[in-house]
C-alpha cells in the first residue's frame, strides 16, 4: 500500500509517520509514504503561493485549483491504474472501523489535505472520490485527520501489526468494545485483578470477557449495539 498525500506540511506528516508501529511498517516495506508538497506545484511568479482570495468576498484564503492538479498529476503518472482520492474534510462521511477495512485493501490512496478556508470547489469536483471527515468537530488542517486514517488503515495491511498485536478481539473488530486488560501486581494498592482470569480456566476466562465486552458496550456506546441490531433486522 502506497499512501500518495497531498500537503503544504510534508515535514509534519513525515515526522509522525516515521514513528512507532507505522514506522516499522514503513521500514519493512509494508506501505510506503509518497508526501508530495503542493507549494512546489504553484503558479510560476507566486513564489510557492497556492492561496488566493475568494471569489464573492469573504474572510480568509482559498486554496487554488491549479497547483492542488498539478500535483495530482503528478502523482498519477507514476501510476496504471485508477486510484482513489480522499479529500479530507469535515463535510466528509464519518470515517470508522469498516472504512479503515475496507481501504486497506486498495493498492495505492491519494489525501487530499485542506488548509486556510477551503479548496476551490473545481478541483474538488475533478479529482475527489471520496470526502471523509474524522468527526463532527473542525480542525485547523487535514494534516492530522489524514495520519488518523493512515494509522487505522495501515493496522489492517497485512504484515504491518505482528501475530501478538493483531489480537482480533481489539475494540470494535465485532461491533463491541474490548474487555478490560490487566497485568502484574496481580493487587495493586489494594485494588485485586478479578479472581477468574487467575484461575487458567480459558472458557470461563473468553465468557467473562465477551460478558464484560457488552457491559462496557451497554454502559459507554449503547449506539453501537443499536447499530448492530439494525444490521441484522
Ligand atoms: N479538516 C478539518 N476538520 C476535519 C475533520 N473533522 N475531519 C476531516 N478533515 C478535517
Redo the contacts with the bound molecule.
Keep these: 500500500m502506497t499512501y500518495h498525500v497531498m500537503t503544504l506540511f510534508p515535514e509534519m506528516m513525515d515526522a509522525c509517520l516515521n514513528e512507532s508501529i507505522i514506522g516499522r511498517a514503513v521500514k519493512a516495506g509494508h506501505i510506503s509514504l509518497d508526501l508530495v508538497n503542493i507549494r512546489e506545484f504553484a503558479d510560476p511568479g507566486r513564489k510557492g503561493r497556492i492561496d488566493d482570495y475568494p471569489f464573492g468576498g469573504g474572510a480568509g484564503m482559498v486554496m487554488q485549483a491549479g497547483p492542488i492538479d498539478r500535483a495530482y498529476e503528478s502523482i498519477r503518472r507514476g501510476l496504471d491504474h485508477d486510484v482513489r482520492v480522499i479529500y479530507?474534510?469535515?463535510q466528509?462521511r464519518v470515517?470508522d472501523q469498516a472504512m479503515a477495512k475496507e481501504l486497506a485493501s486498495e493498492e495505492d490512496l491519494v489525501f487530499l489535505?485542506?488548509h486556510y478556508e477551503g479548496v476551490d470547489e473545481r478541483i474538488l469536483e475533478k479529482i475527489v472520490t471520496d470526502n471523509?471527515?474524522?468527526?463532527?468537530?473542525?480542525?485547523?488542517?487535514?494534516e492530522?485527520?489524514?495520519m488518523v486514517m493512515i494509522d487505522a488503515i495501515s493496522r489492517n495491511v497485512p504484515g504491518v501489526l505482528t501475530n501478538a498485536e493483531s489480537g482480533t478481539e481489539e475494540s470494535f473488530s465485532d461491533g463491541l468494545l474490548e474487555y478490560p486488560q490487566y497485568t502484574r501486581p496481580a493487587d495493586y494498592q489494594g485494588m485485586k485483578v478479578p479472581e477468574i482470569l487467575l484461575s487458567g480456566d480459558h472458557a470461563k476466562v473468553a465468557a467473562w470477557r465477551r460478558e464484560q465486552s457488552l457491559m462496557r458496550t451497554r454502559q459507554r456506546r449503547p449506539d453501537l449495539l443499536d447499530k448492530q441490531k439494525k444490521a441484522c433486522k
Excluded at 471523509?132 to 487535514?142: E, N, R
Design positions: 479530507v474534510t469535515p466528509g470515517f489535505c485542506g471523509v471527515s474524522i468527526g463532527d468537530y473542525v480542525l485547523t488542517g487535514g492530522l485527520p489524514a
